[in-house]
């Protein structure tokens, strides 16, 4: 991979900042600084290093061949740019990332409309306050006392009735 120079940051700061919480702007301020402390070192450097009069340094050296063996060294010597072997994990992750969250959003409009449902009943129902127990007994059939169909014993919840058996077991 060819060496680039990157002249500015390909990042958006104003968009980045909208999605960070309140409680974690201060680190968000610090790793900006960081990063942008960074990129003003970077770009206080040339992009090539300075050119060398090689030229000059023969005249003043004496010892024959050792400014030619300085500028074969000095001009085979190349600085590898970091080969890019994440990229394609980082983008797998983001194709994956996005899949969660369209199953998200899609399980979320499903849980929406039933949630919707039940609002809309509780809407219809009569208010509690002028709600009798028949009434009551209609609306939530599975929560409302039965006492022939589903007796049960004073208080009235789970833990006391004969068939929990949790309580059955601390019994014996």
Same mark, same amino acid.
């Given at each position: ?10 990042? /958006?700061?104003? =968009? ?8 974690? @702007?201060?680190?968000?301020?610090? &790793? +900006?600084?960081? *990063? ?5 070192s970077v ?35 190349k600085v590898?740019?970091?080969?890019? /072997?994440?990229? =394609? ?8 990332? @996005?899949?969660?969250?369209?199953? &998200? +959003?899609?399980? *979320? ?64």
């Amino acid at each position: 991979m060819a060496s680039r120079r990157v002249a500015q940051t390909s990042i /958006n700061w104003a =968009s980045l900042a909208e999605r960070v919480p309140a409680n974690q @702007k201060p680190n968000f301020a610090a &790793f +900006k600084t960081k *990063s942008d402390a960074y990129l003003r070192s970077v770009l206080a450097n040339p992009e090539n290093p300075p050119q060398i009069n090689w030229a000059h340094y023969k005249q003043l050296i004496p010892v024959a061949g050792m400014v030619d063996s300085f500028q074969k060294q000095y001009e085979s010597l190349k600085v590898p740019y970091p080969a890019d /072997n994440v990229s =394609s994990e980082v983008d797998a992750q983001i194709k994956e990332t @996005k899949s969660e969250i369209d199953n &998200f +959003k899609k399980s *979320s409009q499903a849980r929406i409309v039933e949630y919707q449902k039940s609002i809309d009943h509780l809407k219809q129902l009569l208010p509690y306050d002028q709600m009798t127990m028949e009434d009551y007994r209609d609306s939530f059939p599975d929560q409302a006392l039965d006492p022939i169909n589903r007796p049960t014993f004073w208080p009235h919840d789970a833990e006391e009735q004969r068939d929990n058996k949790d309580r059955a077991h601390a019994e014996h």
